[in-house]
């Protein structure tokens, strides 16, 4: 007869039933503590007045720059480097006076041609970030879209030439990505995008190169199609990546459009966490911004 405990079980079935408990409860708190930790998805900061703190404090940092680079060059030159300095000022000046007369005619007259850009500003509450991806969800596999309009940025359009156009910094809250899975969005908050830090709270896109546009000009109700090319930076790790964009301009005072990239979760050094009921997640990530901006003037 096998051995027994005094409950009657006997212990290889107690040993399995302990393994089962711990197994449970280790599980238990695997899930307590990205629910803990993943927070309320609520935003600190929302992604234009984070924008505007960024822009403001950039240009500070360029000021104090500016000032400390004048100050040190003021200091470095004696005041006979300084004389020889403004009389050759002087000859230089006297010299090519006639040529820069002529340059500036000609500068004065081309402005009279250029075309401002006209700044558009995104329209939060119009507009979305996403990202797309898959996963095997409870043995079925399942496409998974985390989506926010807490999204803000600025884009410089010149009408006559798009190539001479700019996009300023965006920003995106990730904080506020959401899915349809409540206990998922704690888990890319807590253990992913770790944006329940205020560290990481922000996805941030600088812009560096704008090309390969389908046409030389763009008129109201035109549709226009370009690459953007600029870095990208994820929780603490930037990479740099080309968006396909299409833009739309809906009228002299809107844009609308669309802008998608594929990226591997792993080269932002990504990890999805090991929890029960999910596997196989692909590596593949898509991104997509659909907004809309309206002129700011």
């Known amino acids: 007869m096998s051995q027994s405990n005094r409950s009657g079980l006997s212990s290889p079935t107690v040993l399995i039933l302990l393994l089962v408990a711990l197994a449970v409860g280790a ?28 822009t403001a404090e950039d240009a500070k940092l360029a000021a104090a720059i500016g000032t400390a680079v004048g100050d040190a060059i003021s200091n470095a030159l004696p005041d006979a480097v300084n004389a020889a300095v403004a009389n050759a000022v002087d000859l230089a000046v006297g010299a090519a006076m006639d040529t820069m007369i002529t340059e500036v005619v000609d500068s004065v007259a ?17 507009s979305q970030a ?11 596999r399942t496409t998974v879209v985390g989506a926010t309009n807490e999204v803000a940025g600025l884009i410089n359009v010149n009408l006559a030439d798009p190539a001479a156009s700019s996009i300023g910094t ?12 409540n206990f998922r969005n704690r888990a890319i908050r807590s253990q992913i995008l770790k944006s329940a830090q205020d560290a990481y709270e922000f996805i941030v896109f600088e812009p560096r190169e704008l090309h390969n546009f389908s046409a030389d000009s763009i008129a109201v109700g035109e549709t226009i199609t370009f690459d953007v090319s600029g870095d990208l930076t994820v929780v603490d790790v930037t990479r740099t990546v080309t968006f396909n964009a299409e833009v739309t301009l809906d009228s002299e005072s809107q844009l609308s459009g669309r802008a998608t990239v594929n990226v591997l979760h792993g080269d932002f050094g990504l990890t999805i966490p090991d929890v029960p009921s999910v596997a196989n997640v692909t590596d593949d990530v898509d991104l997509t911004l659909q907004f809309v901006a309206r002129a700011t003037g």
């Open 170 to 181: 965006i920003i995106i809250n990730a904080r506020t990505l959401e899915t349809d899975n």
């Open 27 to 54: 599980g238990a708190g695997i899930f307590g503590w990205i629910w803990i930790s993943g927070g309320s998805g609520e935003a600190s900061l929302s992604a234009e007045d984070a924008l505007a703190t960024r």
């Open 130 to 140: 996403s990202f797309t991806l898959e996963e095997d969800l409870r043995g079925a």
């Open 110 to 126: 081309a402005a009279g041609e250029t075309v401002e850009p006209v700044a558009f500003s995104i329209v939060a509450a119009e």
